[in-house]
């Protein structure tokens, strides 16, 4: 699932080297089929590197761990289960963020789902091979989705899914749990400045020396491009955006996101963009995608629950509206 929010101010792809003071260094690579970037302030640039270096190291393992498009991955490796009516043993992380993704799901009133797969890679293909899908195979795939038929043995950590077929997600709940991973890997190289943009989730330590906080913009729905006027001043938090300026599909007049609707089986149809605030990064990211999905009143009433703050852009009439929680606009700048 893609998200974006773009960071404001020049992205450098080589490390300042600086031994004497402390510097800006910023590193990125393609991970996920996106770039990944990871700023920071140090004052060592044989530190600088050796730490991002370990930071993409920990990104590649939990790829092989989260991605379902690894047929080896541990995911998918979990999914051939599926049906067996067995429990598979699973690794630490993978139990974590299962178990985030079953709290995420109950909060969200069933829409947060990783068991959306089947449906995902429907629309995947639909998009990458240009056809509408029928509403059979939509039926079908959906038939296949229900959280309800994982279950999670809480006392032994192992995992059962009930359905053969079933397939797991992770796109809308592991940039996010990757990205707070990070910046306590940076952490543990005592670099408490950074800032790691995970496929648009974003988290962040402190602040940039002498300012307030890290410069954040805003995509408007639909322009992805076209950025909110005010800037976003966040420091020791998380913030994700979900929208769909970049992957949807087009059929009869209407644009189907490549968010979808449990409930529905289809794309959501109306063109937004959510943009979550929070102090943990795996909740904003399930939290962005959720808000997708559910109305306006209901994603702040959500949002509220969490701890989090929400803005919600919507395209009406070629009109943008913005709604958003009581306390999202104490981050403008």
Wanted: proline share 3%; glycine share 6%.
């Amino acid at each position: 699932m893609l998200h974006r929010l773009l960071l404001t101010g020049t992205i450098f792809f080589l490390a300042i080297i600086s031994n004497a003071q402390t510097r800006r260094f910023s590193f990125s690579q393609q991970k996920m089929g996106s770039p990944l970037s990871i700023i920071f302030y140090d004052n060592d640039s044989m530190h600088a590197v050796n730490a991002a270096g370990d930071c993409f190291k920990l990104v590649d393992s939990f790829v092989n761990i989260f991605s379902d498009y690894i047929d080896t991955s541990e995911l998918n490796l979990l999914c051939t289960t599926a049906g067996k009516n067995i429990y598979a043993n699973v690794s630490p992380a993978l139990y974590d963020i299962l178990v985030e993704s079953q709290r995420a799901y109950k909060l969200s009133q069933n829409v947060f789902d990783i068991s959306i797969a089947p449906l995902s890679r429907l629309w995947r293909k639909s998009r990458r091979e240009n056809y509408f899908p029928s509403d059979s195979s939509i039926r079908h795939m959906q038939s296949l989705v229900g959280f309800k038929n994982i279950i999670i043995d809480t006392i032994l950590r192992k995992v059962k899914l009930l359905t053969p077929g079933m397939q797991l997600d992770l796109g809308g709940i592991a940039q996010g749990y990757i990205a707070g991973k990070l910046i306590e890997r940076l952490y543990d190289w005592s670099i408490s400045k950074a800032l790691v943009d995970v496929s648009g989730d974003i988290a962040m330590s402190g602040s940039p020396p002498g300012k307030n906080g890290w410069s954040i913009g805003i995509n408007l729905p639909g322009k992805p491009d076209a950025l909110q006027k005010e800037k976003l001043i966040l420091h020791d938090c998380t913030a994700s955006t979900s929208g769909d300026a970049y992957q949807y599909i087009e059929h009869n007049g209407k644009r189907y996101s490549h968010i979808i609707d449990p409930r529905t089986g289809y794309g959501v149809t109306s063109q937004k963009n959510v943009t979550v605030i929070s102090s943990n990064s795996t909740t904003a990211d399930w939290l962005a995608t959720a808000c997708s999905i559910l109305g306006v009143r209901q994603s702040k009433k959500l949002a509220r629950k969490m701890d989090a703050e929400v803005l919600i852009a919507q395209e009406k009439n070629g009109q943008i509206k913005v709604d958003a929680t009581r306390r999202f606009k104490f981050h403008y700048q």
